[in-house]
């Protein structure tokens, strides 16, 4: 079964990255903020258990799955959050990504230039034709960041996710190998 490369991926004024131990604290910390939980149905509370098991265990087998790849995203050498691609199919040659900072990095561009590299890698040389991102339609900020890095609105998808608040719409966005890239 096809996989995503394991690999350092440098681009945009971002590194991403394999998650570490040194992460787990960080990650811990983000995933309880009250923005990130609005968003994300993660575990309440969410512990340095839970980030260690997500860091050293879950990312790992995603990666091992072929399915999925899970990357810290650092920015100057300190940790900002996560960005990642899942529910791959390799056979229609596309993905879905997805991504959170932790509070002390939003702002800056900083999820924008992440997932523009990690699409730029996909398709550039992962053969992935098609990057998803599906977005609550209440996350304003989630959103803004799919269309500063040139994903085009497709359409809305009713009920089809969930947060801690119950079902919510999702806006589906895609970026195609041959759509225009941005410039970040």
Same mark, same amino acid.
């Not at 939003?106 to 230039?113: L, N, Y």
């Given at each position: ?11 945009? !004024?971002? @590194? &991403? ?9 960080? *990650? ?5 903020? #009250? ?9 309440? $509370?969410?512990?340095?258990? #839970? ?17 999925? &790849?899970?990357? +810290? ?9 996560? *960005?990642?691609? =899942?529910?791959?199919? %390799?056979? @229609?040659? =596309? ?9 002390? +990095?939003?702002?800056?561009? *900083? ?9 730029? %890698?996909?398709?550039?040389?992962? !053969?992935?034709?098609?990057?998803? @991102? ?8 989630? &959103?803004?960041?799919?269309? =500063? ?11 089809? !996710? ?8 999702? @806006?589906? &966005? ?5 759509? $225009?890239?941005?410039?970040?």
């Amino acid at each position: 079964m096809p996989s995503f490369a394991d690999e350092v991926i440098k681009s945009h !004024g971002v @590194v &991403l990255r394999p998650l570490t131990e040194d992460d787990v604290p960080a *990650i811990a910390i983000a995933c309880s903020d #009250a923005q990130t939980q609005q968003w994300l149905p993660l575990p309440r $509370p969410y512990t340095e258990d #839970a980030a260690r098991s997500y860091a050293l265990e879950v990312a790992p087998a995603a990666l091992a799955s072929g399915r999925a &790849l899970e990357r +810290a995203i650092e920015v100057n050498g300190e940790f900002a959050g996560v *960005i990642g691609l =899942k529910n791959t199919d %390799w056979a @229609v040659a =596309k993905t879905e990504a997805g991504y959170w900072l932790g509070p002390w +990095a939003r702002g800056r561009g *900083i999820a924008a230039r992440a997932l523009d590299a990690i699409t730029d %890698w996909a398709l550039d040389s992962q !053969g992935i034709e098609r990057v998803e @991102v599906l977005v609550a339609t209440g996350n304003a900020a989630s &959103l803004a960041t799919a269309r =500063k890095a040139k994903f085009i609105e497709e359409g809305t998808l009713r009920r089809a !996710g969930y947060t801690h608040d119950g079902k919510v719409d999702l @806006v589906i &966005l895609s970026r195609l190998a041959h759509d $225009p890239r941005p410039r970040l």
